[in-house]
């Protein structure tokens, strides 16, 4: 073989020690391994050729006190660094390798509702709007009414039992409410009524007469015996319940008992209307 097959065959050598010098530096010492092999039971001792060999690799190994050797063999089971660096992994930016974007998605179920949060505070007053259309009109105003007035032209004297003034003229009657014929105020309309009553005394007669609710006695129309007649007035309000009585009643004869009339001239009046209706505020 020539001086150039050397050369080849040097440099091959070379090659095949580098590259198993760097497999054996990527071989992981695990320790577990090696407390799994003292754990078990011994080995059968190797031949006579592999005790010789230890003989001569201690003979040679130096001393502790002595420095290593500049260059040595390192055996794959020798613990210590690996004679060759690791070679770093590159990093790669993966934000880089953006892709295009998506189409969108379905939209997800709704969440739970929260709790109540607590109110805020007022806004500011906001500005004022435009005036709005005119509505509709509304329902006509329900006015409620009663009123009458009537008179009498008969003079009218006591008897041993009370009795109801009954009136003969009648001047204004609203609706019918006051009843001519029984000479009482029947109240359809509930509310606050004025009651006016006027009546002629007789003289050398007392005048006595009361103005009645139902059956109680509400106000007293008195005059006593004088020498001449006079005119005599009592008025009142009366706040009335639907169904409610007004009427006026003449005293019993304990002592003689006139009111005075005539059929030219009415002398006797007897009037009332509602003031205010019981659902107005």
């Not at 990093?91 to 969440?111: F, S, V, Y």
Request: hydrophobic share 30%; charged share 20%; glycine share 10%.
């Amino acid at each position: 073989m020539g001086s150039h097959g050397q050369g080849l065959l040097l440099v091959y050598c070379l090659l095949l020690a580098f590259a198993s010098g760097l497999v054996l530096s990527r071989v992981p010492h695990v320790q577990g391994d090696q407390q799994e092999w003292e754990g078990t039971e011994e080995l059968p001792s190797p031949p006579d050729h592999a005790e010789r060999a230890e003989e001569q690799h201690e003979k040679y190994r130096p001393s502790q006190d002595q420095g290593l050797p500049a260059s040595r063999c390192l055996r794959c089971c020798d613990p210590g660094t690996s004679m060759y660096p690791a070679t770093a992994v590159p990093q790669i930016n993966i934000t880089i390798l953006k892709g295009e974007k998506g189409d969108r998605g379905d939209r997800g179920l709704q969440g739970k509702y929260g709790k109540t949060g607590s109110a805020g505070a007022r806004g500011h007053t906001g500005p004022k709007g435009q005036k709005g259309s005119m509505g509709a009109p509304g329902e006509r105003c329900k006015s409620h009414y009663a009123a009458f007035s009537v008179g009498r032209k008969k003079p009218m004297h006591s008897n041993h039992y009370y009795q109801t003034v009954i009136f003969d003229t009648e001047f204004v009657n609203l609706y019918g409410h006051f009843n001519m014929f029984t000479g009482k105020f029947y109240c359809y309309v509930p509310g606050i009524y004025f009651f006016s009553l006027n009546v002629h005394t007789w003289n050398q007669k007392e005048t006595y007469l009361h103005i009645m609710k139902n059956e109680e006695e509400v106000v007293i129309l008195f005059a006593q015996v004088g020498d001449r007649s006079i005119m005599q007035s009592q008025s009142l309000m009366l706040e009335l319940r639907e169904q409610d009585q007004v009427w006026v009643r003449l005293y019993k004869g304990e002592r003689e008992n006139a009111i005075f009339s005539e059929e030219l001239d009415t002398y006797i009046t007897f009037s009332g209307y509602l003031v205010k209706h019981a659902t107005e505020p």
